[in-house]
């Protein structure tokens, strides 16, 4: 008789990610820095430069941060043993010229590497670029 292997239902990425997250949702520049390797790379791929090492991306979220109000809607994670990947949606309060606010949805999907000491290596941010374009232009945001 042959012993039918349990699957692992509990990953070091799955409390990774719970560590992440609490980084993103309170602005915690300083958390979500300490999760990154050294050398990590961050890429927003709206046609921005990627954010290259730890402290130009503790820098690049404090800049984020200040710049933008924005909350998350969390979607479905996909959890293996070096990566995961996080569908969701950003709510983005911005303002139209006249000054009314408006609150826009833009889907976001994020795929992050990890390494064997447990540090984000990567993170890749695809945005909804059709959303996000529309959200900025009501905003008259030229990006």
């Not at 991306?57 to 809607?73: G, N």
């Not at 950003?90 to 303002?95: G, H, K, Q, R, S």
């Amino acid at each position: 008789m042959h012993a039918i292997a349990e699957p692992e239902t509990t990953l070091p990425t799955v409390a990774l990610f719970d560590r992440y997250h609490v980084g993103w949702e309170t602005r915690d520049a300083d958390l979500i820095a300490s999760l990154h390797s050294a050398d990590t790379l961050f890429q927003l791929h709206d046609g921005s430069p990627p954010v290259e090492g730890r402290e130009a991306l503790r820098q690049h979220c404090r800049q984020l941060f200040a710049t933008y109000d924005f909350s998350m809607l969390m979607g479905k994670r996909i959890f293996g043993r070096d990566y995961w990947t996080f569908d969701w949606t950003m709510v983005l309060t911005l303002a139209m010229a006249d000054g009314t606010a408006f609150v826009a949805h833009v889907g976001m999907l994020d795929v992050i590497r990890v390494n064997p000491e447990g540090e984000v290596v990567s993170k890749h941010v695809y945005p909804d670029i059709a959303q996000m374009e529309a959200a900025f232009a009501r905003a008259g945001i030229a990006r």
